[in-house]
């Protein structure tokens, strides 16, 4: 377990080493991991960071909004958006619309809840 446990933190810090930007896509198929089956720690790893950046760009919304009154990307219901309900939009959305995996993976995020929960 502590060697899983090491892993899964060195794959973590090597991906947040990697300075390109995350497509659509590949958000999409970190989100698509069923942490039930998971094999490999780098799959655990990618559920992980799936819920992170879409938790991340659910807060920084929030933030942007609240804070400093931008206009919102989405209307969140009173009870709010779940990271899970999140990544289901996602997940969603891209099957609808495969041309857009090469897109930035916030964008999508974003346009996958515009359209989940317009304004």
């Not at 960071?49 to 609240?66: E, K, N, P």
């Not at 996602?90 to 304004?119: H, I, Y």
């Amino acid at each position: 377990m502590r060697d899983t446990l090491f892993a899964m933190a060195l794959m973590l810090c090597l991906n947040l080493a990697q300075a390109q930007e995350t497509t659509a896509a590949q958000l999409a198929k970190e989100c698509s991991s069923d942490p039930s089956t998971a094999k490999t720690a780098e799959e655990l790893v990618g559920l992980f960071r799936c819920i992170g950046y879409v938790s991340g760009v659910l807060d920084t919304h929030a933030v942007m909004v609240g804070v400093y009154r931008s206009q919102k990307a989405f209307c969140a219901p009173a009870d709010g958006v779940s990271h899970e309900s999140a990544i289901l939009a996602l997940l969603q959305w891209l099957n609808r619309k495969p041309t857009r995996g090469d897109m930035s993976a916030r964008s999508a995020v974003l346009l996958a809840l515009r359209e989940r929960f317009p304004c």
